[in-house]
């Protein structure tokens, strides 16, 4: 570890912790690490604290992407300290994620409630850093060592019927806004082997459908059991031979790290469900530039065009950044006819936000909030047409559902239709299911399905 202090006296708690809670926020990485870390204190007999009930441990597993991240950290933990002074009892606090990995220091300096700060690449090391804790110790480890994480995780024992699975992590990509080079490190890809057998635990403790995780997840590259050099396409090969995994998807991936094997899966591999996440964050080559994206508007359409060929009828789904330093109403402009020609079944955008260190934070001609406002809104409106106009599509098709929980009314259900559209039906059904529906009108979040 790489930095020990002692606990003030008051935050030392002579027997250990009984129950926990994992809080993650920000991506789908982040739930997975969280979904790992909760693993190892259930090894350690720690069980997690029934809902509503305070926690003896609390882990803040952070996000940094975008703002106000570090002062939602503080004013969770200074909520955790009010809600410890009442019960006459402080939880042990680990701060963990991006927050922890980029504000790790200042965390320490400013939270003194704060026993453990740990990042995304050294949480295997929490149940040791519980352990100093309960000795009254605090610890930091911001350590960054290349895949050495995984292989100290324990065996995956229990799964939702959609499971997420980390293959690849970090990014070297460096768009000029963006802070995960920083936090996250440099790409790595775990090895082939393990996915294979974690792919496979997983599928036997409850999996139906896993979702490859990375932040460049199309980087991924490794040997196969021949030990022939493969790309994600390969791996997602090895997953569909796996008897009882019905559905495999990926995400997020950069149009730079495409390759023809992937674009061919999609016509190749049944599993390997209909929907594409791929970036783009702008419509207009300066922006894109001045992004450092490595594509133009003009090759990302070229290259949805090869998908949509492989596989027609597929979901694409993507980022956006509006009010990138300097983008005009004119460049702005390119983002809403891109997005007219893509016809995206689903999307994320967002406001630019300045993160500390990264060259766009730097740049001239930072954008007013009220101008970043307007535009978001415009692009939302464009958005949600779109999504709607893809759900109709899609009404009157048949297709099965994966069922992930109870809906809210008596004899509901709710899963993901091949789309990743949410979709919730009545009938005879349990959590893990594949029901067949054809599906009906849908709203703005989610489709009505009929079992057939
Ligand atoms: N400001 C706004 N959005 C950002 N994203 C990443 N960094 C920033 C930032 N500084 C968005 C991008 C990325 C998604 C995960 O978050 O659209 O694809
Ligand atoms: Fe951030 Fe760009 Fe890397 Fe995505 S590709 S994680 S946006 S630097």
Redesign the pocket.
């Known amino acids: 570890m790489a930095e020990i202090d002692i606990l003030p006296a008051n935050r030392t708690s002579a027997d250990g912790p009984k129950t926990y809670r994992v809080k993650s926020f920000g ?1 789908q990485m982040n739930v997975y690490d969280g979904e790992r870390m909760a693993e190892m204190l259930d090894e350690r007999g720690i069980l997690p604290a029934a809902e509503g009930e305070d926690a003896d441990l609390v882990v803040l597993n952070t996000c940094h ?2 703002e106000k991240a570090a002062e939602k950290v503080y004013s969770d933990i200074g909520r955790l300290e009010k809600a410890g002074r009442k019960a006459g009892k402080a939880p042990l606090i680990a701060v963990a994620g991006c927050v922890a990995q980029a504000e790790g220091e200042e965390i320490m300096a400013r939270a003194p409630a704060v026993s453990m700060v740990v990042g995304p690449q050294a949480y295997h090391r929490l149940p040791a850093m519980v352990d100093a804790a309960v000795a009254g110790q605090r610890s930091t480890d911001t350590d960054m060592p290349a895949d050495a994480k995984f292989a100290a995780l324990p065996r995956r024992r229990k799964s939702a019927p959609s499971a997420f699975l980390t293959v690849q992590e970090g990014c070297d990509k460096f768009c000029t ?2 802070v995960v080079p920083y936090t996250r490190g440099a790409e790595i890809s775990r090895p082939y082997a393990a996915l294979v057998e974690e792919a496979e635990r997983l599928v036997e403790a409850g999996a139906r459908e896993i979702t490859l995780l990375g932040q460049n997840v199309n980087a991924w590259t490794g040997s196969d059991d021949k030990g022939r050099s493969v790309g994600l396409a390969g791996l997602i090969h090895a997953l569909d031979r796996i008897g009882g995994l019905e559905r495999i998807r990926y995400t997020t991936s950069h149009p730079a790290d495409m390759d023809d094997a992937l674009i061919a899966a999609h016509g190749e591999v049944a599993k390997l469900m209909p929907y594409l996440h791929l ?1 783009v ?1 702008s419509g207009n080559d300066r922006v894109l530039r001045a992004m450092n994206r490595s594509h133009t508007a003009e090759g990302y359409l070229r290259l949805l065009e090869r998908f949509r060929a492989a596989r027609p009828g597929m979901a694409i789904s993507g ?3 509006v009010g990138f330093p300097g983008e005009t109403e004119a460049e702005f402009a390119d983002t809403l006819s891109l997005v007219a020609e893509v016809g995206y079944a689903a999307a ?1 955008s ?4 300045p ?1 500390p260190g990264t060259p766009a934070a730097a740049m001239d001609g930072q954008v007013a909030e009220e101008v970043m406002d307007e535009r978001l809104q415009r692009l939302q409106a464009a958005l949600q047409r779109d999504s709607r106009a893809f759900n109709h599509s899609k009404s009157g098709e048949t297709c099965d559902v994966l069922v992930e929980r109870k809906g809210r009314r008596e004899g509901q259900w709710i899963g993901k239709s091949p789309w990743l559209q949410s979709v919730h039906f009545y009938g005879d059904a349990a959590i893990g299911d594949m029901v067949r529906v054809t599906l009906g009108e849908a709203g703005p979040n989610s489709a009505a399905g009929t079992p057939v």
């Open positions: 991506c992407i975008r806004y963006c970036p964050q980022d956006f950044i994320f967002f406001k630019y936000s993160r």
